[in-house]
């Protein structure tokens, strides 16, 4: 990691492509933007994705964070993404691997495997947050990218609309935890379902599952 850049954006309340056009100042060609959607969930998987907008990328697309926009928002952005930009790849990492590694980690190796397989290769990333993966890819951990930088920004929409669908579809074969509505987070309504029929093979085994009283109050 070169360094790691602040949570200030400077350019307004949209991100933008300021810190992808910097690094292509610097002769980097192929700048990617990563984000992971599922850290916090007690069920489901860690999706990460990695994003290359590419200097033709049309500067007019507001995209923002995924938190940020409507689900029918996200859902035109993650197909103008796929269709528009230079590259895209995302990474599932499974309940069973999070148990393994732990969510930091599991974290870094979804990032890892993301900058390793997407093509065009990338010679410089954007990473949202404060922690870089080991990588043999220079680049920026970037606090708060996914506002700050349309590359992450672009990669927070893959991976949130990609982990949604999931949930929503296992959702019908785990009806009683109702995945659908809450995503597999900490939720009263979920860890009630917990409570009451147990665990199913989408729950992280290592995250604190029991419903806690004081947490429901």
Known sequence: ???????????GSFPTLELETVAQGRGFRYVAGVDEAGRGPL????VVAAVILGKD??????????????LQKREH???????EAQAFKIVSISPQEI??????QATMYGMYRCLAEIRPAPDFALIDGNHYPQTPVPGNAVIK????????????????????????????????????????????LHREAIEEYG???????SFRLKPVQMELL
């Open 1 to 11: 990691m070169e360094k790691q850049l602040g949570s200030k954006n400077a350019s």
């Open 43 to 46: 069920a489901g998987p860690l």
């Open 57 to 70: 990328w049309n500067s007019g697309h507001l995209l923002n964070d995924s938190k940020k926009l409507s």
């Open 77 to 83: 952005f993650f197909e103008l993404i796929c269709s």
């Open 99 to 104: 148990d393994s590694l732990n969510i930091l």
């Open 145 to 188: 990218g996914d506002t700050r930088s349309k590359s992450i920004a672009a990669a927070s929409i893959l991976a949130k609309v990609t982990r949604d669908r999931y949930m929503v579809e296992k959702a019908k074969l785990f009806p009683e935890w109702s995945f659908d509505l809450h995503k597999g987070y900490p939720t009263k």
């Open 199 to 205: 665990l199913t093979p989408l729950h992280r085994k």
